[in-house]
């Protein structure tokens, strides 16, 4: 039986294999997310981003138990940070989700970031598309962290829930650039602490503030715990009403098929490149031009690509 034959049939070690192999970015990825791709488009993609240490990894497994609870099967994605001595995940996620370790029903796997600063792996994308392909009900993203520039997860997930906790003013303020706009859910985790009712309201007052249209439905803002279980089975309501509302819409899967096109192009552009100037004297020349000013940067990068796409055409 194939690799893709496997993977359609929901074979576990035939998933992890598939992952491995596109992170790897061969030839033979491509391949593969072909014959797959027919056969995505089924699974709800849950994006969950937030500051360090607010309870991402804790709030994930508790949903999870609901989900299988209702007889669904789910998948982690966990986008760690990268070591910067072995270039793989650090895998502190794998620990708080180990009570699913002999669940069927449940995937896990760590992807490194290998310095790509959007928040995601280089290729999540097709590690979500091998996991929908395989039968996984909820594919859920958690992301490495938040920030300004880190709102990939908009153009992936069908849904993007954004997770603070009480007493973090400062991270509420991170956050209010750029990821307030892609927020489909905030959830206020840890509120058995003192504060929660506060971050929440900051929260709701900036969504208020920050909205242009008067009669736009804003997010909500859910409070968890995963201490004592208050909040979770709100927040799945609400996960399950978001996926009604706008979770798998026209708009929104043509924005992430643009969003997947546009980085394959530019990773294949990259590569394209990388080779042309490494083969013959090119670009030795031209800085040889620069640094005697016979020729400005502008004008010989531009030469350069006519060069290198006259080449490659």
Same mark, same amino acid.
């Given at each position: 039986?194939?690799?893709?034959?496997?993977?359609?049939?929901?074979?576990?070690?035939?998933?992890? *294999?598939?992952?491995?192999?596109?992170?790897?970015?061969?030839?033979? @990825?491509?391949?593969?997310?072909?014959?797959?791709?027919?056969?995505?488009?089924?699974?709800?993609?849950?994006?969950?981003?937030?500051?360090?240490?607010?309870?991402?990894?804790?709030?994930?497994?508790?949903?999870? *138990?609901?989900? *299988?609870?209702?007889?669904?099967?789910?998948?982690?994605?966990?986008?760690?940070?990268?070591?910067?001595?072995?270039?793989?995940?650090?895998?502190?996620?794998?620990?708080?989700?180990?009570?699913?370790?002999?669940?069927?029903?449940?995937?896990?796997? @760590?992807?490194?970031?290998?310095?790509?600063?959007?928040?995601?792996?280089?290729?999540?994308?097709?590690?979500?598309?091998?996991?929908?392909?395989?039968?996984?009900?909820?594919?859920?993203?958690?992301?490495?962290?938040?920030?300004?520039?880190?709102?990939?997860?908009?153009?992936?997930?069908?849904?993007?829930?954004?997770? =603070?906790?009480?007493?973090?003013?400062?991270?509420?303020?991170?956050?209010?650039?750029?990821?307030?706009?892609?927020?489909?859910?905030? =959830?206020?985790?840890?509120?058995? +602490?003192?504060?929660?009712? *506060?971050?929440?309201?900051?929260?709701?007052?900036?969504?208020?503030?920050? @909205?242009?249209?008067?009669?736009?439905?804003?997010?909500?803002?859910?409070?968890?715990?995963?201490?004592?279980?208050?909040?979770?089975?709100?927040?799945?309501?609400?996960?399950?009403?978001?996926?009604?509302?706008?979770?798998?819409?026209?708009? +929104?899967?043509?924005?992430?098929?643009?969003?997947?096109?546009?980085?394959?192009?530019?990773?294949?552009?990259? +590569?394209?490149?990388?080779?042309?100037?490494?083969?013959?004297?090119?670009?030795?020349?031209?800085?040889?031009?620069?640094?005697?000013?016979?020729?400005?940067?502008?004008?010989?990068?531009? @030469?350069?690509?006519?060069?290198?796409?006259?080449?490659?055409?």
């Amino acid at each position: 039986m194939s690799l893709t034959s496997q993977v359609l049939s929901g074979d576990t070690r035939a998933v992890a *294999r598939a992952i491995s192999i596109v992170e790897l970015e061969s030839s033979e @990825s491509g391949r593969l997310i072909g014959l797959l791709h027919a056969h995505t488009g089924r699974a709800r993609i849950v994006g969950v981003t937030g500051p360090p240490g607010v309870g991402k990894s804790c709030l994930v497994d508790r949903l999870t *138990r609901l989900w *299988r609870d209702a007889q669904l099967k789910v998948a982690v994605l966990a986008v760690d940070p990268t070591s910067p001595f072995t270039g793989g995940a650090l895998l502190g996620d794998r620990i708080r989700m180990n009570r699913h370790t002999l669940d069927p029903g449940v995937f896990f796997r @760590s992807m490194a970031t290998r310095g790509h600063l959007g928040g995601l792996a280089p290729t999540t994308h097709d590690a979500v598309s091998i996991l929908d392909a395989a039968g996984f009900d909820i594919v859920v993203i958690e992301t490495v962290g938040v920030g300004q520039g880190e709102v990939d997860i908009s153009r992936t997930a069908h849904m993007s829930v954004v997770v =603070v906790a009480p007493g973090a003013g400062d991270d509420v303020q991170a956050i209010k650039a750029g990821v307030m706009e892609i927020a489909d859910l905030f =959830v206020v985790n840890k509120s058995d +602490r003192d504060g929660a009712d *506060r971050t929440a309201s900051e929260i709701e007052s900036m969504l208020a503030l920050g @909205s242009s249209k008067p009669n736009l439905e804003l997010p909500a803002v859910i409070k968890t715990s995963v201490v004592n279980g208050d909040g979770i089975d709100k927040l799945e309501v609400a996960l399950s009403d978001l996926v009604k509302r706008v979770g798998i819409d026209d708009a +929104r899967a043509r924005a992430c098929a643009r969003a997947r096109a546009r980085a394959r192009i530019e990773e294949i552009l990259r +590569r394209r490149i990388g080779i042309a100037l490494a083969e013959g004297t090119v670009l030795e020349e031209a800085l040889d031009r620069i640094v005697s000013r016979e020729v400005d940067p502008y004008t010989a990068a531009e @030469s350069l690509a006519e060069i290198i796409f006259g080449r490659h055409s």
